[in-house]
DNA sequence: CTGGGGATGGGGCCC
DNA sequence: GGGGCCCCATCCCCA
């Protein structure tokens, strides 16, 4: 009996440290969650906070650009490197690695030729390089220069003022200026570089609006250099090592303003320790579809090609030691037209968003528009394709828009199929897609753009599918073979084709002299050949 | 030798 | 991601 009792003693007991263990638990997840509230709220705020010094930071950089333009003398060609204290890698320029890649094939800089920018390797210098357009077009070709820090050229710590009439500013170049022919500004700009992270900003200002591009390189593991001649591959290079190298990403979406004025995701936003580079532009008060027509002109060819440089060296990068996420990022601020969606770091988009933007502009403008494959039409058959202005791109281009009007045969155009689940419209062709990713891969049939690389063959692929079929060419893998004639194929398509052999299929048939083919291609081609007039 | 047609390889792209 | 179709290029055969 004192058993019984005992043990049930003991259960109430344990019952009761139970009910008080629940309880404290129950105080301990409210206290926890106070806290934690209280915590975000500081977070918020602190946010909010560094916003603002982040917007205060840009307004005195901004003006202390403009203060350098209205200050320095015309003539003068200088430039500014501010040495923040940071140990800048010697030799930089001028050694293995190269900080910024010139299309293959060229020898020479051009107008129109981007300048990519590499600070990969913890540059912390800050350069203000003031263009101003007439001294440019006076001292010729190549005024603007600049020294590594070991150099004790005392040119090494000037601002660069030239000035042009017209014409395009690529955005950088830090090796062998020499050589580079200075870019016709068709504004009074300014450029200011910023070293220390791997961002580079790009700001073309006026009193009212601000375009800013940011190109935000975030690189994984080693330094990787590009290398001119592998880059003269369309733009793609393969990396070694690797089967296969998607750069683009559609992540990082966003992180981009969308033209919104707000700071929130700004470049400034993406890293205080990463290299950046700043480039202010100014502009003629006024003037801003100029001046935007001038940022478009990026897209035309010199940002594309800007771009794919970039691009580019993501291809260089290995697979195996991390991610590169290569993203470009336009910003405006001020009078933003409402339809803009155009940032370069849309993950696939490449330069092509400048073309939307300026579609945009045109529409807001109310500028005789054109439709989206009159504008890209328009453009610089070089733009579209992602490598250096070689005869390919040109072949690009003509498939791009063959493709583009297949596209349209096969059932493209204005949202084909069902359009309940194809809401995702391209914005070239206007074709409907049923999710996001497949827009996304399917807009590369316009933009030209091929991320995927083979790695033995440098051959590049819209999609990867394409290049894994396509490494089968390489291996020798033919897993598909005939069972009447033992022949083998890499792929299934091609087995299904040539079973027609044996049966003797030929579902094609000419209207006009009743042959059959096995290939429509072979029907079609027939009746160029023998029915042409008809 | 030439041209038409067949077979095949391979890229583009949609489903 | 894979299947499938389209297309083009190339090679070969043959009338």
Redesign the pocket.
Known sequence: MANVNCMGFHTQIASIIEVLANAAVAEICKLVDDDYAVFRLEMSQSQKENRGLRRKLQILELKVARERVLTSRPSSVKILDRYRGMARGEGHLTGGHRSFVKPAGHNTWRDDQPITVDEGSGTSTQHVIVIESADAEAAGPGVKQERTEGEKDPRHSRDIQTETAAGVMPPVATEDLHTAAVPQARTRRSILEVSGTPNAVLKSKTDTETLTVTHRLLHTGSDHRSDPERLGRLGCPPASGSEYLPVFHQSQRMDHSRGDGDGDGDALDTGVDDLSCSYATEMDPGNMPLGLETQTDLSRGEWNRYSSSVYSEGCLDKKSEGLVVDEVTVKLEGNVPPTWNGHLGDGHSQGRDFLDYRESLETNQNVATHSLLHAFRDRDPVSTSMGPSDSHSHILFD??LN?ND??RA???GAT??NSKEKRFLCMFCN?G?SCPQ?VE??K??HTGE?PFSCTQCH?C??????L???QR?HSGEKPYSCPQCE?R??????L???H??HTRERPFACTHCR?R??????L???QQ??HSTL
């Open positions: 498939q791009v493709s297949r596209s096969q059932g493209g084909s199929g074709k897609f497949k891969i399917h590369r049939v091929k051959v692929f819209a999609q990867a599918g394409d894994k079929r396509h060419v022949k194929f890499s792929r299934q398509d091609q299904k084709r040539h027609m052999v042959k083919f096995s290939e429509r291609s072979y079609r081609i027939h050949k023998n």
